[in-house]
């Protein structure tokens, strides 16, 4: 959103002319003429680009006087806010296939340790299920909500009970980290190298 340096020029005790300046959206300052009933007390605006003039006071003390143009910025604003999320979620989905791709397939095939074979639910739990419900029906939810972001809140309620899989995720978690830690045929398995040997069915050196 573009915006524009605004300094305001204040009258002061004994003739001091003080000055309070900031950010403001750039439509604010496009179309003063919008709320003409509106005073015209003068105060200096300079844009980024160093051009300045005056503009009427009320633009900054009241931008609720002109709705219309309110209620616009409002909902660029939502559909940034949506367009971020669809972004951060098909990331976050790219990455937990990933993991799902790198990590857990690889686990299935009969050269695995056995021990690793053996720990695969304590290892990863439900982690497959969380990956599939992130790049479907949340995403798919998110983008079908994308042009109405007031329903987007309610989607999220409907999908409530699906996000226990997380709690059930994070309880276990803990249970794996400390299999990971102390069990070293797992350390091992997971190690960079030998994982990538393990992924590539070569044999691992």
Same mark, same amino acid.
Not at 43 to 58: E, M, S
């Given at each position: ?73 409002? /909902? ?6 949506? !367009?971020? +999320?669809?972004?951060? *979620?098909? #990331? @976050? ?52 909500? /994308? ?6 809140? !309610?989607? +999220?309620?409907?999908? *409530?009970? #699906? @996000? ?42």
């Amino acid at each position: 959103m573009n915006k524009w340096l605004v300094r305001v020029l204040e009258d002061g005790d004994g003739g001091a002319v003080t000055t309070r300046q900031g950010y403001v959206p750039a439509w604010v300052l496009l179309d003063v003429d919008a709320c003409p009933e509106r005073d015209q007390t003068a105060l200096a605006a300079r844009r980024q680009d160093t051009r300045q003039g005056y503009v009427p006071a009320w633009v900054l003390l009241d931008v609720d006087a002109c709705p219309e143009r309110d209620q616009t910025a409002l /909902a660029a604003r939502r559909q940034a806010v949506v !367009r971020e +999320l669809i972004e951060t *979620e098909e #990331e @976050f989905g790219r990455d937990m296939q990933q993991v799902v791709t790198r990590y857990m397939k690889p686990m299935d095939k009969a050269k695995t340790p056995k021990t690793v074979f053996d720990n695969r639910e304590l290892l990863f739990n439900n982690f497959r299920q969380i990956a599939e419900f992130h790049t479907t029906v949340l995403l798919e939810g998110i983008k079908y909500y /994308a042009g109405e972001p007031r329903m987007l809140g !309610r989607a +999220l309620l409907r999908m *409530e009970r #699906e @996000f226990d899989k997380h709690v059930a995720y994070c309880r276990d978690e803990p249970a794996a980290q400390r299999l990971l830690a102390t069990d070293p045929h797992v350390n091992k398995y997971f190690q960079f190298d030998k994982h990538v040997a393990y992924c590539r069915d070569e044999p691992a050196a």
